[in-house]
């Protein structure tokens, strides 16, 4: 068996078979994976020599079924099935090793049981090499997929690469892999962190073991403080989120994804803060430990799919699902707790970007509810794919975990399957893919916990963020360096949709709205937070529809807070008009106003004309101004 956290180039065997057993590479019927396996020319045979490729996939995650040698240069590959279940065949991860300096090979994938996937939209293979430890993708002109008649007319992945290290050990694998191993090492060095920084933000439990034997990990955030939270029927309730993960074996997008999430979560981050304080969430890192570590594209060890059997699942074939089922009815029946969101991650192969499938109800309130959240994440998430998204009540699908909860457990549950592609996504001008890389998947996992604090800031559950904070948090550097990252990825125009779109379908802008509304004449400039429209007794939809509608006059209103601003400066323009006599307009045009302002402003406008004046909110220069060239910039810096 598999030691801790080894990194799969260490070539151990999964299967402990002797190198002779192995040459054969199908001495197991085809089931098992290549374990160093060297691929000699016809009548070849002694001692391998350079250039004769060894193939190995005996190792955690590791799928490779078996490897001919079909012409000079050129391999057919054939992807192991999943255990006790031939259909899914997608998923790779083998490495190559006794390569030759530049030699070059073309291998072919030609059982891929996946017709329609995203190797035609962009998506390729990732390669490492043990000199070269971070993986890269490979160059699309060099990737082909297409119906091959040498294959039965099958669809074939083929691609060509040169190995340019004959030293080196070279992976290949369709997406970053995840191991179980790797979650066991990040949630034990996460406990680590956490015993030595004192502050205790969460619990690791053990919610059941696999048929393998393996933990199936709940970690459980629960440091709700204060009052309990009251719910639309008036019941005290602590709200709980659950977050699945990895029940597919070969979603490790999903499980970076997690571990974006998670890691915000536990963080000091202000928004984590929050979160933490007011919501218990669970979350169960790897669903499927068995299947991941098995290499297995969807299954678990029996060959059962584990999004697909949440209506008949027993303790004794699907104990992960039957164990999660019974945390989820004993919290749903519970007087002190309301499940509000089970959101299962998983990772998808036929579509680019991000994206949420979500239920149909009959109930209309019940459903315009349920739109709400992933509205509000695509707003948080520049990859996001609204395309793409899915509401169903489909048969077919019954017996996925979005659907058992909608079903099963009580009305106030959103349930949801959230996606991201194995691929990329489009960029704003909808035709370039950017292929994701881990930290695209980490950052969609922060942007999750992102679009919680905004759904109950808009459900009025938690208050909305006051003027000076969100004032503050537009002036922090931070905003400034992520723009500047993402630059260089997306080569997008100054002000990417992240940074822009961050900002919550705001309170702030409805409250400058309403304020300026009735009161500019009053010289209210700076705006005060005031009730949300619709805020107590409407569904979140309605609110959502209603913040919507407001977004014209609010836009409306900049205008407003920059003529305040312009009429402020033309103040301060007048009080230190004793020094700068040209063409200024008279103090009596703005007497009414020169006496609102504090004694404390007025000494801070009399200032020497040389020195400038300290910006309040916003500077214009009526310098500028008068020469024509007023710079738009000047009222958003
Ligand atoms: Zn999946």
């Not at 959103?414 to 980490?442: F, P």
């Not at 949300?532 to 609010?554: K, Q």
Request: proline share 5%.
């Amino acid at each position: 068996m598999l030691g801790v956290a080894k990194d799969p180039l260490e070539h151990t065997s999964m299967y402990e078979r002797t190198e002779e057993d192995s040459e054969g590479s199908d001495g197991e019927g085809g089931m098992g994976n290549v374990s160093r396996v060297i691929i000699r020319p016809p009548g070849v045979s002694g001692k391998a020599k350079r250039g004769q490729i060894c193939f190995d996939a005996a190792f955690e995650t590791g799928n490779l079924g078996k490897a001919n040698l079909v012409g000079e240069f050129e391999y057919d590959l054939f992807l192991r099935p999943d255990t006790c279940n031939p259909r899914f065949r997608f998923w790779f991860n083998f490495t190559v090793d006794n390569v030759k300096q530049d030699q070059k090979v073309i291998f072919n994938f030609v059982n891929i049981s996946k017709a329609r996937n995203l190797f035609n939209s962009g998506l390729t293979p990732l390669v490492k090499s043990s000199s070269r430890p971070k993986w890269q993708r490979l160059p699309k002109k060099h990737v082909f997929y297409y119906r091959s008649p040498y294959h039965q007319n099958h669809y074939v992945l083929s691609f060509a690469f040169s190995f340019d290290k004959e030293d080196d050990v070279y992976q290949f694998a369709l997406a970053p892999p995840y191991s179980y191993s790797r979650m066991q090492s990040y949630l034990n060095l996460i406990e680590s962190r956490q015993q030595q920084g004192g502050e205790k933000k969460f619990t690791r439990s053990l919610l059941t073991k696999t048929l393998q034997n393996r933990n199936v990990d709940l970690i459980t955030i629960d440091h709700v403080v204060g009052k309990v939270k009251t719910n639309r029927v008036e019941r005290c309730v602590i709200r709980v989120i659950i977050i699945l993960c990895r029940s597919h074996a070969n979603a490790s997008p999903a499980s970076f994804m997690c571990q974006g999430f998670l890691e915000f979560l536990l963080s000091s981050h202000n928004i984590a803060k929050i979160l933490r304080e007011n919501f218990v969430f669970k979350i169960v890192p790897m669903v499927n430990p068995d299947g991941v570590f098995l290499g297995n594209n969807r299954c678990n060890l029996i060959g059962q799919d584990m999004n697909r059997v949440w209506q008949v699942a027993t303790e004794f074939s699907h104990p992960e699902i039957f164990a999660i089922k019974n945390m989820l009815k004993e919290i749903d029946n519970s007087d002190s707790y309301q499940i509000d969101f089970v959101i299962d991650l998983h990772a998808h192969t036929s579509l680019h970007g991000c994206f949420m499938y979500g239920n149909t109800y009959e109930d209309v309130y019940r459903y315009e509810r349920h739109l709400v959240f992933p509205r509000l994440f695509a707003g948080n998430a520049q990859d996001y794919a609204s395309a793409n998204m899915i509401f169903n009540a489909d048969e077919k699908k019954s017996g996925c975990a979005r659907r058992y909860c909608c079903e099963k457990l009580s009305d106030t549950v959103n349930a949801y399957t959230l996606e991201i592609s194995m691929g990329g996504h489009y960029l704003k001008d909808g035709k370039t893919v950017a292929l994701y890389n881990e930290e695209g998947y980490y950052r969609c996992g922060r942007n999750l916990a992102r679009t919680f604090l905004q759904y109950y800031r808009f459900i009025n559950v938690l208050p909305a963020p006051l003027p000076s904070e969100v004032r503050q948090k537009k002036r922090r550097p931070r905003t400034h360096n992520s723009r500047s990252r993402s630059k260089n990825r997306y080569e997008v125009k100054p002000r990417p949709k992240t940074t822009r779109s961050y900002a919550p379908i705001s309170y702030t802008n409805l409250s400058i709205c309403y304020d300026s509304g009735g009161s500019s004449d009053e010289g209210g400039f700076s705006p005060t937070r005031t009730v949300a429209p619709g805020s107590s007794h409407f569904s979140g939809y309605r609110n959502y529809r209603r913040v919507a509608s407001c977004t014209m006059p609010c836009a409306g209103t900049t205008n407003q807070q920059q003529q305040l601003t312009h009429d402020q400066f033309a103040l301060l323009r007048i009080k230190s008009g004793r020094f700068d006599l040209a063409q200024e307009p008279s103090l009596h045009d703005y007497g009414g106003k020169s006496k609102s302002q504090s004694p404390e402003k007025q000494t801070r406008f009399e200032l020497p004309v040389n020195v400038p004046p300290k910006p309040y909110l916003s500077i214009i220069d009526l310098n500028q101004l008068t020469r024509g060239s007023l710079r738009v910039s000047s009222f958003e810096d």
